[in-house]
């Protein structure tokens, strides 16, 4: 669980300590989560928890239910297959838009964010799986914002499941760590070259391995209880 700064509001730290915590798997899915629970556990008041789990909902790492409940998001097979899918046709289709439109400015952070991820794969803490985690999630979001279509943004918002991508990633392997970084420095060389062609088939190729390393994982995430 991350150290609470003294600058930091008491709802983003709640965020980030509950996100961390369903990431990391030490909140299992299916877990049932209580703001009192959280609270004390936090030592913090419940206005920040009631705040960071409405964020965390919106980003599909928890659920409510009927009568209030709110639990750690699950994530069955076959919907990881249709929000790859889907992120596959949206984020292919941005990034050969943002190849003709991206500014200098965007095109060196697209730059930048895909060498810090390189340059920390493979992580070997915590403290830097976090960081390619915000890396790559900068990464993604450049280059919508590249595309310039306030629609395709609303889609990808809607089919974007935050949640899935960062508990699935968080299983890579070190081959499928350093794979991905790889992938991310082709698509910026080919957003930079302005080749939209180049750009899309990379991304295709990069959301498509990382759909076949998520079911892998999602695969010895099912074992596991059956090997203790």
């Known amino acids: 669980m991350p150290s609470q700064p003294n600058k930091l509001a008491a709802a983003e730290y709640a965020y980030r300590s509950i996100r961390s915590d369903i990431v990391s798997g030490a909140l299992a899915e299916g877990e049932r989560l209580t703001e009192e629970r959280l609270s004390r556990v936090l030592g913090l008041s419940r206005t920040p928890v009631r ?8 980003e599909g790492f928890i659920v409510r239910q009927s009568g209030y ?11 990881m297959k249709q929000a790859f ?14 190849a003709m439109l991206a500014t200098d ?4 952070l697209i730059t930048q964010y895909s060498e810090e991820i390189a340059s920390l794969t ?30 395709l943004s609303a889609l990808m918002t809607m089919a974007f499941d935050v949640g899935m991508v960062v508990r699935t990633y968080r299983r890579y392997s070190e081959e499928e760590l350093i794979r991905s970084a790889g992938h991310h420095r082709e698509i910026a060389d080919a957003i930079r070259a302005k080749s939209p062609e180049w750009a899309g088939s990379a991304m295709r190729t990069h959301i498509r391995a990382a759909q076949t390393a998520a079911g892998k994982a999602q695969d010895d995430a099912k074992d596991e209880p059956a090997s203790k």
């Not at 705040?51 to 919106?58: M, N, V």
């Open 69 to 79: 409940t709110t639990r750690v998001a699950r994530f069955p097979e076959d919907e």
């Open 51 to 58: 705040d960071a789990i409405r964020r965390l909902t919106h």
């Open 122 to 151: 493979p992580p070997k803490n915590e403290d830097e799986y976090a960081r390619i985690t915000e890396a790559n999630e900068a990464f993604h979001r450049t280059i919508a914002q590249a595309a310039r279509s306030p629609r």
């Open 105 to 108: 400015e965007e095109v060196a």
């Open 85 to 98: 899918d889907i992120r596959q046709m949206l984020e292919s289709y941005a990034c050969e838009r943002a």
